[in-house]
């Protein structure tokens, strides 16, 4: 009032650190809490405690909070390495940190460094001498630099709606150290990856026990001009087989096993517009495999079989957003068997995450970068089916028949992980995780220009590797006890049928002991002692593709009973404006007098062949030869557009 305006005393040190401790609107009313506060607080502490916590606190401008984060902002070096003079420097900036910017100001904070000098000397804690030195010492300041840390984590915090009142404290997940290891581990391996047209990648790191994410690396280089905003770890990308595992989950749920054999044979599934035929990465078949090698080796036409088997795309559908992924947008039908090869787009930060509810062992919590954010679990499958899932992601033995022995998938210690790879090149992922840790990677161009030759297991894989190599040394990892419901049985790999325990023709298996595959029987074998295998391995079993030789022939066409058409777990549209497409034709092989029949559809003969008439809804059909009395039946689904 007797200025006539706003004028500002000096306060202590103490009062300063309350200040910027908690921002409050600037009235007198604040200035008597403040000044309270700090009396308390010189009751409580030491003045070493007090100055050291102001020390932290302080702005020493260009984004530098804390007096450790400004030697190493302008000096390059420790707090314990800066000289009298650089101290002396530093310690002048927060009076004033936009007047007294070193880089901008340098005269004018070289003065004050002088002023804070000559104090130093008249209170007796600079010898004569050591001022004269320290006033003759040059200072050399870093480049100026822009100075943002962890910046796709924070633009990350800042989506999350959180209110942040004016100098409120938001206290977040991240682990800066742990971030600043990812960024250095992607550019370097992004720098190898150049002449294949890599230019980009991303990696998350989820505390499996929390949802916590601890570190989120959105792109090589933030301020990179073009795409370096874009933050890889939440931009849509093809999914690839990343979501094979919630496919091989389903299965188990419903009564397979990883000893349960798939045919990796060339298949035409019907599809609402025509057949669908997908391919091996390879373009490779393998013959009968079981489900353990088939995930493991991440091959593609097994996974559509198996999807079937699982309840097909309406229960992955379901499957995937009960575990996060809000990127399905398009009913089930629309996506199709091929959504277990992720023909979807996929967000890297909620893989991630969905890969954590498997850590959890079929637990899913939500991922969160604020520390006080919620974070319920709910469970949606049994512990010891996904158990056994882990189990066979982290098999190396497994996964040997697509990717070698020493693959950048193989660790010194257990890991459970996947490979995905989107057509023509164009992203690649690997993700896995520890009971501790779930880490994602995906690396591609933000363009959508495809890499040369570059998959997940050469491409984001060393990335993921490197990243559980550092996790491991640092803050360790483990694997989990087996589950008290798992036995372990030897079964014929060719069959997936139990042996006697010291038949050297088997492979040791992990089953839920309420699981268990049936035993051999005859009928597995010929005469010779060879594997029978069904009608569908005929064109693979003379081909060039055939590692089997004389271990297996095709079974008598007489001796098994088998449906072709329809395939187990289809899934048919009918349109009305097509009468053809009511008809769903009924074939089978392995038998002579055949008679059809379903409770819920009609089975009727037309033009010679067998069909029956498609209604909506879930439907059981069943062939008998009335011969032999050999039965066999499929499930499909129905739907009108």
């Known amino acids: 009032v007797m200025h006539g305006h706003v004028t500002s005393g000096a306060s202590t040190i103490t009062q300063q650190l309350i200040k910027i401790s908690q921002r409050r609107p600037r009235t007198l009313f604040t200035k008597f809490v403040e000044t309270a506060t700090a009396l308390r607080l010189e ?68 003065k004050r460094q002088r002023v804070v000098l000559h104090r130093m000397a008249a209170n007796g804690t600079l010898a004569a001498d050591r001022l004269e030195i320290a006033m003759a010492e040059p200072l050399r300041l870093r480049a100026p630099r822009r100075l943002f840390r962890a910046p796709h984590f924070t633009d990350t915090v800042l989506q999350q709606n959180v209110e942040m009142r004016d100098g409120a404290e938001v206290r977040t997940t991240l682990d800066l150290r742990l971030n600043e290891q990812l960024e250095r581990l992607l550019r370097e391996r992004l720098a190898q ?16 026990a929390s949802g916590d994410v601890l570190a989120l690396v959105g792109s090589e280089d933030y301020f990179a001009a073009g795409s370096g905003q874009v933050n890889g770890a939440w931009a849509k990308r093809s999914a690839g087989s990343t979501l094979k595992p919630f496919t091989y989950l389903l299965a188990l749920e419903r009564g397979a096993t990883p000893a349960t054999i798939v045919a990796d044979v060339r298949t035409s599934f019907p599809s609402a517009d025509g057949f669908y035929r997908p391919e091996n990465y390879n ?88 520390a006080k954010a919620p974070s319920a679990a709910r469970s949606y499958s049994r512990r010891e089916l996904v158990w056994q899932i882990a189990d066979m992601m982290s098999d190396n033995s497994a996964r040997t028949l697509a990717f070698g022995i020493n693959s950048a998938l193989r660790f010194d210690y257990r890991v459970a992980c996947k490979t995905g790879t ?76 139990l042996l006697a325990a010291n038949d050297l023709r088997g492979v040791r298996e992990k089953f839920v002991a309420n699981q268990v595959s049936p035993a051999e029987s005859e009928e597995d ?6 594997v029978q295998l069904d009608a ?22 007489h001796s098994k009973l088998r449906i072709t058409s329809p395939l187990a777990g289809a899934d048919y549209l009918v349109d009305p404006d097509v009468s053809t497409s009511s008809r769903i034709l009924l074939t089978a092989r392995g038998g002579k007098k055949l008679l059809w029949s379903s409770e819920s559809l009609r089975c009727e003969a037309q033009d010679g062949r067998q069909y029956a008439r498609a209604t909506n809804g879930e439907h059981l059909i069943t062939v008998t030869d009335v011969e032999t ?13």
């Open 43 to 110: 009751q409580l502490w030491s003045k070493e405690q007090i100055l050291c916590a102001y020390l932290n606190r302080v702005d020493f401008g260009n984004l530098n909070i804390g007096l450790a984060s400004a030697a190493d902002y302008y000096f390059g070096k420790p707090v314990a390495d800066l000289s009298e003079a650089e101290a002396a420097f530093l310690a002048g900036i927060p009076r004033n940190p936009r007047k007294l910017n070193p880089h901008s100001a340098f005269d004018a904070a070289q």
């Open 536 to 557: 569908e391995y005929g064109d693979w079993l003379s081909s060039a593709e055939n590692s089997l030789r004389d271990r297996a022939v095709l079974a008598d066409a």
């Open 422 to 497: 989107s057509t023509d090149f164009r992203d690649n992922w690997t993700i896995g995780f520890t009971p501790e840790f779930s880490v994602g990677v995906w690396v591609g161009n933000f363009d959508g220009s495809p890499m040369r030759e570059i998959s997940g297991v050469t491409g984001a894989g060393p990335i993921l590797h490197d990243i559980f190599d550092h996790l491991h040394a640092t803050r360790g990892t483990s694997w989990y006890r087996t589950p008290p419901q798992i036995v372990e049985e030897n079964v014929h790999p060719l069959t997936g049928k």
């Open 193 to 208: 990856l150049r002449d294949h047209n890599v230019r980009n990648g991303a990696a998350v790191v989820i505390d499996n």
């Open 283 to 370: 373009r490779r078949c393998y013959g009968p495999v079981s489900y353990r090698t088939a995930l493991a080796s991440s091959l593609n036409i097994p996974a559509v079989k198996v999807l079937l088997a699982g309840g097909g795309p309406a229960a992955l559908h379901e499957r995937l957003r009960t575990v996060g992924l809000t990127t399905l947008d398009r009913a089930p039908e629309i996506y199709g068997l091929g959504l277990t090869l992720g023909n979807c787009e996929g967000r890297l930060l909620e893989l991630t995450n969905a890969y954590a509810s498997l850590a959890r062992l079929g637990e899913w919590r939500p991922w969160r970068v604020l």
């Open 525 to 530: 074998y010929d005469a010779d002692g060879r």
């Open 629 to 641: 009395g050999r039965r066999a039946d499929v499930r499909i689904s129905v739907r009108s557009l």
